[in-house]
């Protein structure tokens, strides 16, 4: 599988960063993953195709060509950042690449609850009619007191906490498995369906 990571903020030091930095080197063995920084898209505004900025070009393409998709995002005042939700913006004014694309959102913060708010919001953002992404269900990996969950190593300390990362990675992994064969078969119908006026004779 090839996943492309989103670290959904613009902050130097950041543990969703670290998150997937780990997950990058934990899952190596099942998963390429490539991790994407949103702090290098420019802010959202409304251009016409010949004004699309290379940034916003690479990282729709980056989505194509991807299994899935995976978003670390840190919780602002319950909310995703602002520049998480631009290059969702992006996404949706121009490529709208994120259409049945499968999508696991990860999420850590310095407080207890990890991100829970920040990651229903981004849940009811990645299902709207032009993103439209393929979200696991009953899913959420919640990353609390991230400050102190990683060594100097960059690697994840809470046991608990990793052994349900691996549960979660796993459960991904199939789930793409399972919407790539079911977007193949309905492409494949919808290819060989024919309409009652292809039937009839002349």
């Not at 030091?13 to 063995?29: A, I, P």
């Not at 670390?72 to 913006?89: C, F, G, Q, R």
């Given at each position: 599988?090839?996943?492309?990571?989103?670290?959904?903020?613009?902050?130097?030091?950041?543990?969703?960063?670290?998150?997937?930095?780990?997950?990058?080197?934990?899952?190596?063995?099942?998963?390429?993953?490539?991790?994407?920084?949103?702090?290098?898209?420019?802010?959202?505004?409304?251009?016409?195709?010949?004004?699309?900025?290379?940034?916003?070009?690479?990282?729709?393409?980056?989505?194509?060509?991807?299994?899935?998709?995976?978003?670390?995002?840190?919780?602002?005042?319950?909310?995703?950042?602002?520049?998480?939700?631009?290059?969702?913006?992006?996404?949706?004014?121009?490529?709208?690449?994120?259409?049945?694309?499968?999508?696991?959102?990860?999420?850590?913060?310095?407080?207890?609850?990890?991100?829970?708010?920040a990651q229903a919001h981004l849940r009811q953002i990645l299902?709207?009619?032009?993103?439209?992404?393929?979200?696991?269900?009953?899913?959420?990996?919640?990353?609390?007191?991230?400050?102190?969950?990683?060594?100097?190593?960059?690697?994840?300390?809470?046991?608990?906490?990793?052994?349900?990362?691996?549960?979660?990675?796993?459960?991904?992994?199939?789930?793409?498995?399972?919407?790539?064969?079911?977007?193949?078969?309905?492409?494949?119908?919808?290819?060989?369906?024919?309409?009652?006026?292809?039937?009839?004779?002349?």
């Amino acid at each position: 599988m090839n996943y492309l990571a989103i670290v959904g903020t613009n902050s130097r030091v950041s543990t969703n960063r670290m998150l997937l930095q780990f997950m990058k080197r934990r899952f190596e063995k099942s998963a390429n993953i490539e991790l994407f920084e949103v702090m290098e898209l420019p802010a959202f505004y409304e251009a016409n195709e010949h004004q699309i900025p290379e940034e916003v070009a690479t990282l729709s393409e980056k989505i194509r060509l991807a299994d899935g998709v995976i978003i670390a995002t840190p919780e602002y005042d319950h909310a995703i950042p602002a520049v998480l939700k631009s290059a969702l913006e992006w996404i949706s004014y121009t490529s709208q690449a994120l259409i049945d694309k499968p999508v696991l959102i990860v999420g850590a913060s310095h407080g207890a609850l990890g991100s829970s708010r920040a990651q229903a919001h981004l849940r009811q953002i990645l299902d709207s009619p032009e993103l439209s992404a393929r979200l696991m269900p009953a899913s959420e990996f919640l990353l609390g007191k991230s400050q102190a969950a990683f060594n100097a190593d960059g690697i994840l300390v809470y046991q608990d906490k990793l052994a349900e990362l691996d549960e979660i990675f796993r459960e991904f992994v199939l789930f793409t498995e399972l919407i790539c064969k079911l977007l193949l078969e309905k492409t494949t119908i919808k290819r060989n369906k024919k309409y009652v006026w292809q039937t009839q004779e002349a």
